[in-house]
């Protein structure tokens, strides 16, 4: 039988179940460890994880500028000029794929020279996702108003 020297030993291991006494251990140090606890810590690690932004829950990220997406908010509304809650709600669904594709953009170029090819294959999944939200949001949009005056003769 051959016999890893002890270095290389920790990559031919096979996975081994914990045993009780070490899933009781873990239990302890999770106890101890819950992460920050003043608003402060908890806004320092927030975005600890944030790579590229394409499934963040905010808007606006650091480092991108609110005034920005106002005004493309503003356009967008002006261009398609909502009427009623219901296109609102699709014209704000259309202004955040638009911001989202923009972001897909500078991600785009600012990881390819660092990541390769393998980030842009993970991009192109949120971009198809962003694209698809947008254009399923003007269509309907456009079935919407389509159908408004059909709706106006059933009142």
Not at 64 to 78: G, K, V
Not at 87 to 105: P, Y
Request: one cysteine or more; a positive charge.
């Amino acid at each position: 039988m051959l016999r890893h020297p002890p270095r290389l030993a920790l990559f031919c291991k096979k996975n081994k179940m914990a045993t009780p006494r070490q899933i009781e251990a873990n239990r302890r140090n999770a106890l101890r460890s819950t992460g920050p606890k003043t608003p402060q810590g908890k806004a320092a690690v927030r975005l600890n994880a944030l790579t590229h932004g394409m499934c963040a829950a905010d808007a606006v990220l650091p480092g991108e500028n609110r005034q920005d997406l106002r005004q493309l908010a503003e356009a967008l509304h002006a261009a398609l000029q909502p009427a009623g809650p219901a296109e609102e709600s699709l014209v704000r669904q259309i202004i955040l794929a638009c911001w989202k594709l923009r972001r897909h953009d500078r991600a785009e170029t600012a990881s390819y020279p660092s990541q390769g090819p393998e980030a842009l294959i993970s991009l192109s999944r949120f971009y198809s996702r962003d694209q698809g939200r947008f254009y399923r949001a003007l269509d309907r949009l456009q079935r919407l108003r389509s159908a408004r005056p059909l709706l106006a003769t059933l009142e």
